[in-house]
């Protein structure tokens, strides 16, 4: 059973940085592309940055802000929040295509989120 578990969300002030963990766990033959998406009251859940085979890409307001990166040897993935506002509140999810051990193909996965708060 492969499972997605995010981590490090909380209440920062304008201006604050987090990092959030996400641990992939379980029979894990491989990973390929990783994500992290938000999702704000009220709104659709959006992509917040992703990648894939060393190329990053970011939503337009995260540009220069947030990086993701990845730790292949721990099946971890983060997400660094700098220079956070208001406007970055809401639920972050992990994403991810796992390939499952003794599997050919990666099936998507979601981790169940994590809240981040903008506020002073």
């Known amino acids: 059973q492969v499972q997605l578990v995010e981590s490090g969300g909380g209440l920062v002030q304008p201006g604050g940085s987090l990092r959030l963990s996400c641990v992939a766990s379980?029979?894990?033959?491989?990973?390929?592309?990783v994500a992290w998406y938000r999702q704000a009251p009220g709104k659709q859940r959006e992509l917040v940055a992703r990648?894939?085979?060393?190329?990053?890409n970011y939503a337009e307001p995260v540009t220069g802000r947030f990086t993701i990166s990845r730790d292949n040897a721990k099946n971890t993935v983060y997400l660094q929040m700098n220079s956070l506002k208001p406007e970055d509140t809401a639920v972050y999810y992990c994403?991810?295509?796992?390939?499952?051990?003794?599997?050919?193909?990666?099936?998507?996965?979601w981790g169940p989120g994590t809240q981040v708060t903008v506020s002073s």
């Open positions: 990648l894939t085979g060393g190329r990053r």
């Open positions: 994403n991810a295509d796992i390939r499952a051990l003794r599997q050919w193909t990666y099936n998507n996965y």
């Open positions: 379980g029979s894990i033959g491989g990973i390929g592309a």
